[in-house]
Nanobody
């Protein structure tokens, strides 16, 4: 299984970005998660979505601003990020899990390489 995250960049506060995560290999029934890691901080979960899309999790810090989605036919997941602020600056990673409680990074088996999001004030 391989994952490739893309879509990061530099954006002004209040702006938007859409991250994409393209997967390959056996990903059936996986949970897709998006994580981020800011300089000097631990990696934290941002959002996660089940294979069917019926179960979705958002970190409190992004609720109402970020939207996770996935298109299994295209083997691609997305993270739409709106109303960005400088605190959202981080390297964003997508990952896949088959755990029952996929809110922690240790529950994720496969990871993409990360894409940098920088939000200027």
């Amino acid at each position: 299984v391989q994952l490739q995250a893309s879509g990061g960049g530099l954006v002004q506060a209040g702006g938007s970005l859409r991250l994409s995560c393209t997967t390959s290999g056996r990903t059936f029934s996986s949970i897709m998660g998006w994580f981020r890691q800011a300089p000097g901080k631990e990696r934290e979960i941002v959002a996660a979505m089940s294979w069917t899309g019926m179960d979705i999790y958002y970190a409190d810090s992004v609720k109402g601003r970020f939207t996770i989605s996935r298109d299994n036919a295209k083997n691609t997941g997305y993270l739409q990020m709106n109303s960005l602020n400088p605190e959202d600056t981080a390297v964003y990673y997508c990952a896949l899990s088959w755990s029952l409680v996929p809110t922690k990074s240790v529950e994720y088996r496969y990871w993409g390489q990360g894409t940098l999001v920088t939000v200027s004030s």
